[in-house]
C-alpha cells in the first residue's frame, strides 16, 4: 500500500531533551516536506526536500533541523526542544514536479508534547 | 509572502451546493492555488488545483477570476461524510503556504 509513515505518533518529551521524528515513504517521491499545525493557524511548513541531500527552509524552521540521505526517508530532528514546539507535525511527500506543484500526500501526523 | 483568509466555519445540508470562497491578495504569480480536506485525527488529502477560470474534477470545482486575488471551492451536493476542515493554499514551487482552514459541518 502506498503510504508516508511517522514515528512515533504520540510523544511527550521535556525540555531540552533532544528527540527526532521519523517520516518514510515507499511511492519513491523526490519531494518530501514537514509541517506543524496549531490551533487557529493552520498547516506551516517547517522544512522541505527537493531531492536526496537537497533541503530548504519553510516559514517555520527555527528550532527544528532535518536531513535526506535516502529517497524515502526524511527525519525531523528537535535538538533542544522547547514547550512552544508542542504542536501536531505532519509528513508529507510528492512525485518530482512538472511545471508545478503536485498532490502531496500525507502521513497520519505526530503529536508532540514538550513540557 | 502570500497570506490566506478563509471563514472560520460554514454549516450546510445534504444535498446542497456548498461555495467556500478563500482571499489570497497577493499570491505569486507563478504559485498555484490548491485545496485540501483533513478529517479529524488524519493527514490533510488533496481535492483540486489550478492557476486560473475554472478547474473540474470527480468530487469538487475549483473557480479562479482573472485577478488571481481569490478563490471558490464548490461542492455539489454535500453529504454527512463532507464534514471536514477545508484548506485553501497557495502552492508555489516547493513552498507551500496554508490558510487557517474552514470547519464545514453537514447537517442532515
Known amino acids: 500500500e502506498a503510504q508516508v509513515t511517522q514515528n512515533p505518533r504520540y510523544l511527550i518529551t521535556v525540555t531540552g531533551k533532544k528527540l527526532t521524528v521519523t517520516c518514510s515513504q515507499n511511492m519513491n517521491h523526490e519531494y518530501m516536506s514537514w509541517y506543524r499545525q496549531d490551533p487557529g493557524l493552520g498547516l506551516r511548513q517547517i522544512y522541505y526536500?527537493?531531492?536526496?541531500?537537497?533541503?530548504d527552509k519553510g516559514d517555520v524552521p527555527e528550532g527544528y533541523k532535518v536531513s535526506r540521505k535516502e529517497k524515502r526517508n526524511f527525519p525531523l530532528i528537535l535538538e533542544s526542544p522547547s514547550p512552544n514546539q508542542t504542536s501536531l507535525y505532519f509528513c508529507?511527500?510528492?512525485?518530482?514536479?512538472?511545471?508545478?506543484?503536485?498532490?502531496?500526500?500525507f502521513g497520519p501526523g505526530t503529536r508532540l508534547t514538550v513540557t | 509572502l502570500a497570506k490566506i483568509t478563509q471563514p472560520i466555519s460554514m454549516d450546510s445540508y445534504e444535498g446542497q451546493e456548498v461555495n467556500i470562497t478563500c482571499s489570497h491578495n497577493n499570491i505569486a504569480t507563478n504559485d498555484y492555488i490548491t485545496w485540501y480536506q483533513q478529517f479529524p485525527s488524519q493527514g490533510p488529502r488533496f481535492i483540486i488545483q489550478g492557476y486560473k477560470t475554472k478547474v473540474t474534477n470527480e468530487v469538487a470545482s475549483l473557480f479562479i477570476p482573472a485577478d488571481r486575488k481569490s478563490s471558490t471551492l464548490s461542492l455539489p451536493r454535500v453529504s454527512l461524510s463532507d464534514t471536514a476542515v477545508y484548506y485553501c493554499l497557495s502552492a508555489g514551487t516547493y513552498k507551500y503556504i496554508f490558510g487557517t482552514g474552514t470547519r464545514l459541518k453537514v447537517l442532515a
Open positions: 508529507a511527500s510528492s512525485p518530482g514536479l512538472a511545471g508545478g506543484p503536485v498532490e502531496q500526500y
Open positions: 526536500s527537493m531531492n536526496v541531500e537537497v533541503t
